[in-house]
């Protein structure tokens, strides 16, 4: 195996998995050697005493047991008794008399002797040499007594044979254990698997891209961040498109009307009289642009979207009027009759007056594209602070009406059809009228065309309070 496959979570997740298996069953051995031997010696020593007793109470009382099962010969013989004790043999258990002069087992100490002789049970661990055994002494009558005695070693080999049966259960629940954790291993690698592979496709530029949430809760959430990413990213990226093709448009105005005064003074057609005026249009036009370019430094800056707004109190009647004499001069060299229709004196409302001049700007230049040579377009507000730039032009279908603020709607339905913008002029409106707090709609013109409308009542009654 490569040295980058151990670096996978997987594979290091398998291996700690099985190391810590490892580790749990090293320790249940050495915990349990010891409590194996010990349960196995305790239980020998308990079945030695037992059969000690029985002993006992068979030499002592024999007229209590039946032990050949007829039932009609009470007692027990020394045939039985002695099958008792071959038994006994069989299970390495030797039996011994202890009868002082007489039978003097070897592996009593005189103390264990005297203690039986005196009429109390032993119950011992003795050494002969390097060979240990089990005792259980029993007294049987004045001055005698019997004892039971089993090596160690086969409780030695009960404990072996215990502990190897042990070990093989340890073994194969290691290996189930790291199997296991393999498999987990990989279950759990493999959403972290698509999730980088969805990470490196985001990267790519894939914005479509949805994974499936599975696996444990921390791990599903990294899917739906991801998926949550790519939405992000692809509305974040319109957002920059839109932006971007915004900007395109609202430069083109500004730029289009000081190149034609400026090619009009190149040309000497402005007369003596109207120098100053077209020099002042062209200043603020200018102004314009200087106030666009320090939005784009404003926005590289902060990383906004939007464009930052200027609140103030401001006469929408100068505004409009400074308008009009800009697309006054646009409409004549396009050969259309421009009316302006302004009826207050003075009207003072409080908002942005740069993005109000956007919102004219971009509502005239559509007028002006699509109205033909010899109609008309009007700019018009009324004394509630309502703002209409209407035309000539192909009008709206009643189903544009609705859609007309949308960015693209009506760029994607009409191209090819009419002289179209870059389909964004409209929606820049709707949302700059949104945040300044006013209200557009769309409708038809009584000029035969389409009539857009920028409500600015709300902006001079709340400057009125």
Known sequence: MSQKTFRSLSARAALLTGSIAAVAVLIAGLVALPLISGAAETQARVNLSDQADLIRNIAAAPEDFDLTGKGNRPGVDERALSGIVSYLRAQGVEVLALVPGTSDPKILTENQKNIIVNGRNVSAKNCSGKECFFVEGRPLGVG???????????????????????????????????????????????????????ARELAQGKRDLRL???????????????????????????????????????????????????????????????????????????????????????????????????????????????????????????????????????????TDPIRVRQIIDNLAENALRVTPAGQVIVISLSETGVIQVRDSGPGLQPEDVSVAFQPGELFEKYKGVRRVGTGFGLALVGRLAQRLGAQATAGAAAEGGAAFTIDFSSCSSALNL
């Open 212 to 350: 499936t949430p599975e696996g444990p809760t921390e791990i599903s959430e990294i899917a739906l961040a991801l998926n949550l990413l790519a939405e992000e990213l692809s509305r974040s990226e319109g957002r920059q498109r839109e932006f971007l093709l915004s900007v395109s448009h609202e430069l083109r105005t500004p730029l289009t009307a000081i190149r034609g005064y400026a090619e009009a003074m190149a040309d000497d057609l402005v007369a003596e009289s109207d120098r100053a005026r077209v020099g002042a249009v062209i200043s603020l036009e200018t102004q314009r642009l200087d106030r666009l370019v320090s939005d784009l430094l404003d926005l590289a800056r902060t990383g906004a979207v939007d464009f930052p707004l200027n609140m103030q109190s401001v006469n929408l009647v100068d505004i409009v009027s400074d308008a009009c004499d800009v697309w006054a001069d646009r409409s004549i060299r396009e050969q259309v009759e421009f009316r302006r229709e302004i009826y207050p004196d003075d009207l003072l409302v409080f």
């Open 144 to 198: 005698t007594g019997m004892v039971l005695v089993q090596s160690t070693q086969v409780v030695s080999e009960v404990a072996t044979s215990a502990i190897r049966r042990f070990a093989i259960a340890l073994v194969v629940g290691l290996s189930i254990a790291t199997l296991i954790g393999f498999i987990a291993a990989r279950k759990l690698a493999n959403p972290l698997r698509q999730a980088a592979t969805g």
